[in-house]
């Protein structure tokens, strides 16, 4: 998307090789260089959605946002995340080696590295409403994490991994007192049942996003 200085992107990538060689040809497919980009909008805290921010602010310098709920609820470290999830598997009965395995399976642990320099980035936090450069507006859509946000422009939706064509996203647990995931994701639903086009994180266009919604 064009901004006053340059362009925008919503989400970054999997912190691979393939992930960067990716978002290379892709902006190079559409005539845009890698320090061309201004804006990086983070639909929510998880690895294949942002672990080649780091990459890009070493090439480019863009200014980071993300809900200000997943600043919130997010570890600032790997250590101090993996402590509570291991801890609370543990009070839920998970035997004490299952909860260890965890550890090494874990995604945050694969990109452990892109995850720590990513904490370290200067990010500016997203709210609800929020009228954002390059066209866009924030909605805050709790469920698939609790600070996951949509990006709404004047031509269509930037979904994240909210509503996606095929699947129902994968609802899950977070170390947050007042997080109900299931509750709040069928809320979140209908606040974005909207007739509009939709561009989901994973997979093709959804031409009305409220007849998915509705599925």
């Known amino acids: 998307m064009r901004c006053k200085d340059g362009y925008g992107l919503i989400d970054v990538g999997l912190a691979t090789y393939d992930g960067a060689l990716s978002l290379v040809k892709g902006l190079k497919a559409l005539g845009i260089r890698l320090t061309e980009i201004t804006k990086v909008y983070i639909t929510h805290f998880h ?5 080649l921010a780091q990459f890009l ?14 600043l919130m609820d997010i570890g600032t470290s790997f250590e101090e995340l993996a402590k509570i999830y291991v801890e609370e598997y543990k009070r839920h009965g998970a035997p004490p080696d299952v909860a260890e395995a965890f550890l090494k399976v874990h995604p945050m642990a694969w990109f452990r590295k892109a995850f720590e320099d990513v904490w370290k980035l200067p990010w500016r936090s997203v709210k ?5 450069d390059c066209g866009l507006k924030a909605v805050w859509t709790p469920g698939h994490t609790p600070g996951h946000v949509v990006y ?63 599925e």
């Open 57 to 70: 602010a070493e090439v480019a310098s863009p200014d980071f946002y993300i809900g200000e709920r997943e």
């Open 152 to 214: 709404v422009a004047d031509f269509g939706v930037f979904t994240g991994d909210h509503v996606l064509p095929k699947i129902t996203p994968n609802i899950s647990w977070y170390p947050t007192p007042d997080f109900n995931p299931l509750k709040e994701y069928l809320q979140s639903l209908r606040k974005v049942a909207w007739n509009t086009r939709a561009f989901p994180a994973h997979g093709d266009e959804m031409p009305d996003l409220s007849r998915r919604v509705a």
């Open 128 to 132: 609800d409403g929020d009228l954002l």
């Open 47 to 51: 690895a294949d959605h942002i672990t």
